[in-house]
């Protein structure tokens, strides 16, 4: 397994789609695809550097407002004052 090195912010949006799409229906909470993104980092997947090391999960969420801006994701639903993200059905790739 090779490592992938990020430093911008950018970056993190693959990753956040990646994390979401790992998630049962490609659903799930901001908290649940910061988890899987701490796997990445964890298991040597991906190494977070520079100022990024420090506030990837402030920067995640600004990455998350961007595909929702670009009709990446979308809003599922909402329990209680949590929100439910997901990739749109027309963008997951079928399991057949």
Do not use: C
Request: hydrophobic share 35%; net charge positive.
């Amino acid at each position: 397994m090779q490592t992938t090195y990020i430093s911008k912010p950018a970056d993190l949006k693959f990753y956040f789609l990646a994390g979401l799409s790992e998630l049962p229906n490609n659903t799930g909470r901001i908290v649940e695809i910061a988890e899987k993104i701490h796997e990445y980092i964890e298991s040597g997947l991906i190494t977070i550097t520079g100022e990024l090391k420090f506030e990837w999960q402030y920067k995640m969420r600004w990455a998350k407002t961007n595909l929702k801006k670009n009709g990446l994701i979308e809003k599922s639903h909402k329990v209680g004052s949590k929100q439910y993200w997901r990739i749109p059905s027309h963008l997951v790739a079928s399991k057949v």
